[in-house]
């Protein structure tokens, strides 16, 4: 089982957040971030805890191991807003999170 | 650019068959784990199929097994989905996925 908190947040441009990912049991660094905007297919932006995938910005990063995972943007932008899912790898069936909707102001 | 393009999606009955396809642009895709995702309306994805590079090891999710087959033609830089005894429940946008990477996607509508 993968759950992600918050469910939703609301925060302004500039500000930080952290997005938190829990998983049942231990699977080590194999976790990963994804994004999906709206009306659009979920694209990757973190894959082993923390390596970003090509072309995401420097204000995404990811963090970790075992058990519990975070998503850091460091600072807001409007185009974030979106719903962020992870993703446990460490085991088959690779299962998400139920996912945590990002709302900026 | 490196592509993940997927096709062979579309309306089918119930019971029907549909065949997807992925084929890989600007990377082998004979040195990756694959995976076919799929995401029904307003719900998470979920990870249905996935299978080694060489097609030694291949999984199924429960909601799928014994009714889709994935394989692979790594000289033909393609991945595949069988689907055949298809349900309602079926209905989502499906992705071929590598770990850093999704391709667009292809919709499967199961619906009489």
């Known amino acids: 089982v993968v759950t992600q908190s918050p469910v939703t947040l609301s925060l302004s441009p500039g500000e930080r957040v952290t997005l938190s990912c829990r998983t049942s049991?231990?699977?080590?660094?194999?976790l990963a971030w994804y994004q999906q905007q709206a009306g659009q297919g979920p694209r990757v932006l973190i894959y082993d805890t923390s390596s970003k995938a090509t072309g995401i910005p420097a204000r995404f990063s990811g963090g970790g191991s075992g058990t519990d995972f975070t998503l850091t943007i460091s600072s807001l932008d409007p185009e974030d807003s979106a719903i962020y899912y992870c993703q446990q790898r460490g085991s088959w069936p690779y299962t998400f999170g139920q996912g945590t909707k990002l709302e900026i102001k | 650019d490196v592509l993940l393009v997927a096709s062979g999606g579309g309306l089918v009955q119930p019971g029907g068959s549909l065949r997807l396809s992925c084929v890989a642009s600007?990377?082998?895709?004979?040195?990756?784990?694959l995976t076919w995702v799929r995401q029904a309306p307003g719900r998470e994805p979920e990870c249905i199929a996935y299978?080694?590079?060489?097609?030694?090891?291949?999984y199924y999710a429960d909601s799928v097994k014994g009714r889709f087959t994935v394989s692979r033609d790594n000289a033909k830089n393609s991945l595949y989905l069988q689907m055949d005894s298809l349900r309602v429940d079926d209905t989502a946008a499906y992705y071929c996925?590598?770990?850093?990477?999704w391709g667009q996607g292809t919709l499967v509508t199961v619906s009489s």
């Open positions: 600007d990377f082998n895709l004979g040195l990756y784990i």
């Open positions: 299978i080694s590079p060489t097609s030694r090891t291949i």
């Open positions: 996925a590598r770990d850093d990477f």
């Open positions: 049991h231990s699977v080590g660094t194999y």
